[in-house]
């Protein structure tokens, strides 16, 4: 069932055209992965099916009662409600009804005497709970607290802590948060995993398989989008294409399409090119004019192709101009506090890093992954501990906010002031490898995209050839092409580098060993990232088999303790009864003598009296007999576990 479609939907940006027809259908249950070049109008193609920008002509069809959720990129939530109040307030009829339901009770308990109010408040009360039950309020919080945890808030007080406290990242999690809860028909998420952890990706993803709506996804992200995509909606040239499939089977599909287009295109310009041929010989020809006129007729009327473009691709490569020694790096129980009075970010950190290592640093949003990066850089001092760098170690630092960078500088002035040897013929060169071109060099990097400056930071890391690589987050802001580029530069580098990276694909592809960090440890996996999820899974799976097993003896123990005070309490009881059966005997004995006492045998009260307390007694003891070999059966039974 079709819910959403886009026809002919054309967006331009003054002269310069985004979007061109574009037509588009999403099923009830499509999972669509929305992929392009940057600036190929992904984002403007949400924007106007979300209703926030309009377009210059086309439609954007929605069926009728079908709700939409859209999170634009890097938006957050401004409020000054608690963490808690806030996602609360996505269920606000629930709410409303679960306090009704409270007042209901109240009232029920008040009117007690009066049958007819009863009946009356019972019947709306089993109404307004039916349909709170049907609508998930009774686990309304359940849900909250599972979204939240999954996003990476489980470690903060949300019921205290106001929106307005949060980080930027942290609001546009929350913004996220709030559209997850809402579960509506369709869902658009432009750049979702921007501010995410690898834990909180991993949980998003299992989300977006299990929502049972559509969605739309932008993302540069090859790892997030091959793992619950079901469409690639490709959008380039202007124009939009349809994949049915996986990531991976478009990549492939795409090849396949794009090579049949170029055929199709040098056959259509070579009959194109024989017509026109045709034409010329033939039109001044009183025999053959009227079939040269027809073919130019046909000529006319042919729907021309478009010749298949393919993206200006970035080549680049990185060497390092020394070597190092064999030991690059050596960290001894480094630590680093900004606040002495909040304690450590983190402390007690060992590492050492061997010539020619791909080392990505991976953890938690918060441990302090592009600190620990900026103390190997010098450009913090630890609180605690020291690092020593090897022999000849020269150190290229990526900031992924692209600090270093000069906003007034244009883009040439920026190469060329770190490296101011350099020719002009030389730097616009090295630009051109990063397609920088033509009067792009003359851009200011104030009016750069955050993808144009990741491109320039590069092209100043190629140009510096240090042995030692820094990178905090590089592929953020680089679209898929420039990943893959990066990827291959990397791979062929001879140094040594560390990184930071969100971006599991990348992790996958570049990594020789991942270290996993905390605040106090480095964890170290020889291997990549597949590598890592493996062992990781094998250790979980460890804890909680020793978990288990000591739960297990926990349990035994336990157990043991207890069977061991039930038959204390049997054997107590046992001896109890034994104790009462003597007793009950004695009294009989002494009651039976009475009965033969001549004095009292001629007294008929007297005897009436002695055998109805004779007969209770007896009565008495075959209770406690029976009571007795009970006890004794179950001190029996409970003795053979022991």
Same mark, same amino acid.
């Given at each position: 069932?079709?819910?959403?479609?886009?026809?002919?939907?054309?967006? $331009?940006?003054?002269?310069?055209?985004?979007l061109?027809?574009?037509?588009?259908?999403?099923q009830?249950?499509?999972?669509?992965g929305?992929v392009?070049?940057?600036?190929?109008g992904?984002?403007?193609?949400?924007?106007?099916?979300?209703?926030?920008?309009?377009?210059?002509?086309? *439609?954007?069809q929605?069926?009728?009662? !079908?709700?939409?959720?859209?999170?634009?990129?890097?938006?957050g939530?401004?409020?000054?409600l608690?963490?808690?109040?806030?996602?609360?307030?996505?269920?606000?009829?629930?709410?409303?009804?679960?306090?009704?339901?409270?007042?209901?009770e109240?009232?029920?308990?008040?009117?007690?005497?009066?049958?007819?109010?009863? %009946?009356s408040?019972?019947?709306?009360y089993?109404e307004l709970?039916e349909?709170?039950?049907?609508?998930g309020g009774?686990?309304?919080?359940?849900?909250?607290?599972?979204?939240?945890?999954?996003?990476?808030?489980s470690?903060?007080?949300?019921k205290?802590?106001? /929106?307005?406290?949060?980080?930027?990242?942290?609001k546009?999690?929350?913004?996220l948060? !709030?559209?997850?809860?809402?579960?509506?028909?369709?869902?658009?998420?432009?750049?979702?995993?921007?501010?995410?952890?690898?834990?909180?990706?991993?949980?998003?993803?299992?989300?977006?398989?299990d929502?049972?709506?559509?969605?739309?996804?932008?993302?540069?992200?090859?790892?997030?989008?091959?793992?619950?995509?079901n469409?690639v909606?490709?959008?380039d040239?202007?124009?939009?294409?349809?994949?049915?499939?996986?990531?991976?089977?478009?990549?492939s599909?795409?090849?396949?399409?794009?090579?049949?287009?170029?055929?199709?295109y040098?056959?259509?310009?070579? *009959?194109?090119?024989?017509?026109?041929?045709f034409?010329?010989?033939?039109?001044?020809?009183?025999?053959?004019?009227?079939?040269?006129?027809?073919?130019?007729?046909?000529?006319?009327?042919m729907?021309?192709?478009?010749?298949?473009?393919?993206?200006? %691709?970035?080549?680049? $490569?990185?060497?390092?101009?020394?070597?190092?020694?064999?030991?690059?790096?050596?960290?001894?129980? #480094?630590?680093i506090?900004?606040d002495?009075?909040?304690g450590?970010?983190?402390?007690?950190? &060992?590492?050492?890093?061997?010539?020619?290592?791909r080392?990505?640093?991976?953890?938690?949003?918060?441990?302090?992954?592009?600190?620990?990066l900026?103390? /190997?850089?010098?450009?913090?001092?630890?609180?605690?501990g020291?690092?020593?760098h090897?022999?000849?170690?020269?150190?290229?630092?990526?900031d992924?906010?692209q600090?270093?960078l000069?906003?007034?500088?244009?883009?040439f002035?920026?190469v060329?002031?770190?490296?101011?040897?350099?020719?002009?013929?030389?730097?616009r060169?090295? #630009?051109?490898?990063f397609?920088?071109?033509? %009067?792009?060099?003359?851009?200011?990097?104030?009016?750069?995209?955050?993808? %144009?400056?990741?491109?320039?930071?590069?092209?100043?890391?190629?140009?510096?050839?240090?042995?030692?690589l820094?990178l905090?987050?590089?592929?953020?802001?680089?679209?898929?092409?420039?990943?893959?580029a990066?990827?291959?530069?990397?791979?062929?580098?001879?140094?040594?580098?560390?990184?930071?990276?969100?971006?599991?694909y990348?992790?996958?592809?570049?990594?020789?060993r991942?270290?996993?960090?905390?605040?106090?440890?480095?964890?170290?996996?020889?291997? &990549?990232?597949d590598?890592?999820?493996?062992?990781n899974?094998?250790?979980?799976?460890?804890? *909680?088999?020793?978990?288990?097993?000591?739960?297990?003896?926990?349990?035994?123990?336990e157990e043991?303790?207890?069977?061991?005070?039930?038959?204390?309490?049997?054997?107590?009881?046992?001896?109890?009864f034994?104790?009462?059966?003597?007793?009950?005997?004695?009294?009989?004995?002494?009651?039976?003598k009475?009965?033969?006492?001549?004095?009292?045998?001629?007294?008929h009260?007297?005897?009436?009296?002695l055998?109805e307390?004779?007969?209770?007694?007896?009565? *008495?003891?075959?209770?406690l007999?029976?009571?007795w070999?009970?006890?004794?059966?179950?001190?029996e039974?409970?003795?053979?576990?022991?």
């Open positions: 069932m079709i819910i959403l479609q886009t026809i002919n939907i054309s967006k $331009s940006y003054g002269v310069t055209p985004i061109t027809k574009v037509c588009l259908q999403v009830a249950k499509d999972k669509i929305v392009g070049p940057n600036g190929a992904k984002s403007t193609l949400l924007k106007i099916i979300a209703g926030k920008l309009p377009a210059d002509s086309g *439609e954007v929605i069926t009728k009662g !079908k709700v939409l959720c859209y999170l634009a990129q890097d938006s939530l401004d409020s000054r608690t963490i808690w109040d806030e996602m609360l307030s996505v269920f606000a009829t629930l709410h409303e009804q679960e306090q009704r339901l409270r007042q209901l109240i009232e029920m308990g008040k009117c007690t005497d009066d049958p007819e109010a009863l %009946e408040i019972m019947a709306e089993s709970q349909a709170f039950e049907r609508s009774h686990k309304l919080e359940a849900d909250i607290r599972n979204v939240l945890a999954g996003l990476g808030f470690d903060i007080n949300y205290e802590m106001t /929106i307005n406290q949060c980080s930027g990242g942290q546009t999690r929350l913004a948060a !709030k559209i997850l809860l809402s579960q509506p028909d369709i869902i658009l998420l432009d750049e979702p995993t921007n501010y995410l952890d690898i834990d909180a990706l991993t949980w998003l993803e299992q989300f977006i398989k929502f049972p709506g559509a969605l739309m996804v932008v993302s540069h992200d090859r790892y997030f989008l091959d793992s619950f995509i469409v909606y490709e959008i040239n202007n124009k939009g294409t349809a994949y049915p499939g996986t990531y991976h089977y478009y990549l599909t795409k090849e396949q399409r794009l090579l049949e287009q170029e055929q199709l040098l056959k259509q310009h070579e *009959e194109i090119a024989k017509t026109q041929e034409i010329q010989k033939n039109i001044a020809r009183a025999s053959t004019s009227a079939r040269a006129k027809s073919r130019r007729k046909q000529l006319e009327n729907e021309l192709l478009d010749s298949p473009t393919k993206q200006n %691709e970035t080549f680049f $490569s990185f060497r390092a101009k020394k070597r190092t020694g064999n030991i690059v790096l050596d960290i001894k129980n #480094l630590g506090t900004f002495s009075s909040a450590y970010l983190f402390v007690g950190l &060992n590492l050492q890093i061997e010539r020619g290592e080392i990505a640093i991976i953890g938690p949003n918060g441990t302090g992954k592009s600190t620990l900026k103390l /190997i850089a010098e450009q913090l001092k630890p609180t605690a020291e690092i020593t090897g022999s000849n170690v020269q150190i290229g630092y990526y992924q906010e600090a270093d000069t906003k007034t500088n244009t883009v002035e920026e060329h002031d770190d490296f101011p040897h350099m020719t002009r013929t030389e730097i060169s090295a #630009l051109a490898q397609l920088f071109v033509g %009067e792009d060099v003359d851009k200011h990097i104030s009016s750069l995209s955050g993808g %144009e400056k990741a491109r320039v930071t590069l092209t100043k890391l190629m140009l510096a050839q240090d042995n030692l820094l905090d987050e590089p592929t953020n802001h680089l679209d898929i092409p420039a990943k893959e990066l990827e291959q530069a990397l791979l062929s580098y001879d140094g040594t580098m560390i990184f930071i990276s969100h971006d599991r990348f992790l996958n592809q570049i990594a020789t991942v270290i996993y960090m905390t605040r106090d440890k480095l964890k170290s996996y020889l291997g &990549n990232y590598y890592y999820l493996e062992k899974h094998q250790e979980k799976q460890q804890l *909680e088999e020793t978990k288990q097993k000591t739960a297990q003896q926990k349990e035994t123990h043991l303790k207890r069977r061991r005070n039930l038959e204390r309490q049997l054997q107590k009881q046992y001896d109890s034994e104790a009462d059966i003597q007793t009950t005997e004695v009294e009989i004995e002494d009651l039976e009475q009965l033969c006492n001549p004095e009292i045998f001629d007294n009260v007297e005897v009436a009296k055998q307390e004779l007969s209770n007694k007896q009565f *008495e003891l075959d209770t007999m029976e009571k070999e009970q006890a004794a059966l179950e001190l039974k409970q003795r053979t576990y022991l």
